[in-house]
């Protein structure tokens, strides 16, 4: 199966697809089920996978000292 998309929609499919990703990341790390916690790292090995064609997911955004500190 092939998708065409627009170019003006990849931004948008690549930043949905990474925030899922980056939940992801928090579900797998918080849950004790190792059967579930299987099925989350497949999934994110499938996100990976879409994201590739569009460039990865996104770079993380850069840390900020708080205001005034």
Known sequence: ???QIA???V?????VLDAALREL???IADTDNSRYKHELRER???LRA???PMGG???DA???SPAGG
């Not at 931004?11 to 930043?15: E, F, M």
Request: charged share 30%.
């Open 44 to 46: 994110e090995v499938a």
């Open 62 to 64: 850069p840390r900020t």
């Open 7 to 9: 170019d003006e929609h």
């Open 25 to 27: 990341r928090y579900e």
């Open 1 to 3: 199966m092939q998708y």
């Open 57 to 59: 997911p996104l770079p």
């Open 11 to 15: 931004d948008v499919l690549r930043g």
């Open 50 to 52: 879409l994201l590739v």
